[in-house]
């Protein structure tokens, strides 16, 4: 009895430990093939794709553009928050150019690049002024009405007041080192005046860059270059407000081949795929496709084959990617009105 039991003991524990390893050996090849399915329908490359998009604040081409240095000379700058009004007037001198040259080199710089030809040939004007009689208001209508005369002007962009302040700090990090920080602010009035000498919007602006150095890493700049670079910035990034300009997108796509043929992009053999048999290279087709069509600045048609992928397919990634297509849509009308294409 107790051989017998043993024996069938040892048969049960042989079946079981069988089974277990059958089990645990396939387990990872059927996990292995659910990651190479999902993978299979999950976009894993990338285009890169070169995208225009509208200026916050709309002008069109329509006439002469000015570009008004209308701020206030540095001997009229009292404001404690204002790191200029407590500077001895040779340092004020020095700050001012460096200002001014760096913030309307950084507004050109993106100008120039404009699509919108007004824009691209704007020109530098200037009139600035001690009398803080009126401080901060809008120019005087009368008097912006005849600048645009005298310069066949349609629009005036008008600088009217900046600022900046600095704090360098030093402190210990982690008991690893000291760590030396500089911060510089900035402030700045922009206004864009219509022919009749009116204000159409006013900008204001302020932001601040923040640089960081301990013993391993380079040293902070001198604050005449940080102060460079900060209002170069500011004025790049308020041409691109007044401007349509160009940005980068990455869009995801399927690699598809037809006899060792990258066909990815290839718009008849892709158009033959979307009605095979097979659904998944099918799906795939139609993404494609889709992708294909916003390169080509076709968004509607874009929108239509990833309906058509949808219909072979329900996928998140068709959702995430008609959402973007669908926000560049609602931005067109207003894209198209400032490039005069309406």
């Given amino acids: 009895m107790i051989r017998f039991f043993a024996k069938e003991n040892y048969l049960f524990i042989n079946f079981v430990a069988k089974n277990l390893i059958v089990f645990f050996m396939s387990r990872p090849f059927v996990i292995f093939l659910l990651l190479i399915t999902a993978a299979s329908c999950t976009p894993a490359n990338y285009l890169k794709l070169d995208i ?81 009689t009126n401080f901060l208001f809008p120019l005087a209508p009368e008097e912006v009405a005849r600048i645009c005369r005298d310069n066949s002007a349609g629009y005036v962009v008008s600088m009217e007041y900046y600022s900046f302040s600095s704090k360098s700090t030093r402190e210990m990090l982690n008991y690893s080192g000291w760590v030396n920080n500089l911060d510089v602010s900035y402030k700045l009035v922009w206004r864009i005046y219509g022919r009749d000498g009116n204000v159409l919007t006013e900008v204001n602006d302020s932001s601040t860059l923040y640089w960081q150095a301990d013993s391993y ?69 139609c993404y494609n496709l889709a992708v294909l069509s916003e390169s080509e600045d076709k968004l509607e048609e874009a929108l239509n084959w990833l309906e058509k992928a949808e219909a072979i397919k329900e996928s998140e990634y068709v959702d995430i990617y008609r959402n973007k297509l669908r926000k560049r849509l609602e931005v067109r009308e207003k894209l198209d009105y400032q490039l005069g294409s309406n």
């Avoid at 404001?79 to 500077?87: A, C, D, P, V, Y």
């Avoid at 050109?108 to 803080?132: C, G, I, K």
């Fill in 52 to 132: 225009l998009n509208p200026a916050e604040y709309t002008i069109t081409d329509s006439g002469n553009i000015l570009v008004l240095n209308a701020s206030y000379l540095p001997s009229a700058m009292h404001e404690k928050s204002n790191l200029m009004s407590r500077m001895r007037d040779s340092e004020k001198l020095i700050f001012d150019t460096l200002i001014m040259a760096n913030l309307f080199n950084g507004l050109f710089s993106a100008l120039s690049e404009s699509p919108v030809e007004s824009l691209q040939n704007a020109e530098y004007y200037e009139s600035r002024t001690r009398d803080t």
């Fill in 217 to 285: 890493t380079e040293p902070n700049p001198e604050l005449t270059d940080a102060v460079r670079e900060v209002f170069f910035l500011a004025g790049e990034k308020f041409g691109k407000k007044i401007s349509p300009f160009w940005s980068v997108l990455s869009r995801s796509y399927f690699q598809m081949y037809s006899f060792g043929e990258d066909i990815s992009f290839d718009r008849e053999p892709l158009e033959l795929l979307t009605t095979g048999k097979k659904r998944i290279t099918a799906f795939k087709a």
